[in-house]
């Protein structure tokens, strides 16, 4: 199955239409929606859908089905659940979606400052973290969090691209994560640009413009391994 997934082209969408294009016990499929799923490190999206006749469906989590484009919505336990062919209506959960994709253009940013291979990531709506090779005590986290900060404050625009298959295979320079492939299956794949700053496939949501990160701080720097040094941030100020 496969889901026209419209926060590709514009992760600010709130509200949409979508048909029910069936419906089990993973979860409720559409034809068409701006629930992001669980993938790359970003936590799934959360939600309601709404049935014609004004019934809610609360929507717990999202995640990948079984093709690249395939998304499932996972009801809450006890919902009513929609019959195949019904019209919703799709709200997805703004402040949590708007923190998630500010969290994770910060890390765009850090892995910037941090010179290093990036081992691990994730990004849920309080915090987000990303895991480097490198040795501990070459990171010092006022540093990092005051150039990351430093690269918030010019508000440079980003920019979607995309790229064929081959096309990366050529450029493997531009994929920093080692835990994280590339979202490919499509024939070509979706990079974020931040001109002058950044350029790396992605298949998350971002912000527009890195000024609406805000201010990060890094609460905390540690070890997970030989391979693995972590470091936390969150957001200032929740927006």
């Known amino acids: 199955m496969s889901t026209a997934l ?17 419906v089990s016990e993973r979860g409720i499929g559409l034809d068409r929606s701006i629930f ?12 309601v859908l709404r049935l ?15 093709g690249s484009d395939d998304v499932l919505h996972l009801p809450a336990p006890g919902s009513v659940l929609p019959a195949t062919g019904d019209e919703v209506e799709l709200t997805i959960d703004w402040p949590r979606r708007y923190r998630l994709m500010r969290l994770h253009t910060a890390l765009h940013l850090m892995s910037c400052v941090v010179r290093a291979p990036v081992t691990g990531g994730n990004i849920s709506p309080d915090k987000a973290r990303l ?13 990092i969090e005051m150039e ?8 440079v625009a980003t920019e979607t691209a995309w790229i064929s298959d081959a096309e990366l295979d050529a450029q493997p320079q531009l994929v920093k994560t080692m835990s994280v492939a590339p979202p490919r299956g499509a024939g070509r794949v979706r990079l974020l640009k931040i001109p002058g ?8 949501t971002h912000v527009a413009n890195i000024g609406e990160i805000g201010a990060i701080r890094v609460v905390r720097v540690r070890s997970e391994g030989k391979h693995n040094k972590r470091v936390e ?3 200032t100020e929740s927006g």
Do not use: M, W
Not at 131 to 143: G, K, T, W
Not at 148 to 155: D, E, I, K, P, Y
């Open 148 to 155: 990351t900060n430093s690269l918030v404050a010019s508000r």
């Open 36 to 47: 992001y799923p669980q993938g790359g490190g970003q936590a799934g999206d959360t939600g």
């Open 6 to 22: 419209l926060f590709r082209d514009d992760a600010y969408l709130r509200t949409a239409s979508a048909r029910v294009t069936r």
């Open 197 to 204: 700053i950044d350029l790396q496939p992605c298949g998350g």
């Open 131 to 143: 895991d480097f090779d490198i040795e501990l005590a070459l990171l010092n986290a006022a540093h």
């Open 52 to 66: 014609a006749d004004g019934r809610r469906i609360t929507i717990a989590d999202t995640r990948k089905g079984e």
């Open 233 to 235: 941030i969150i957001l």
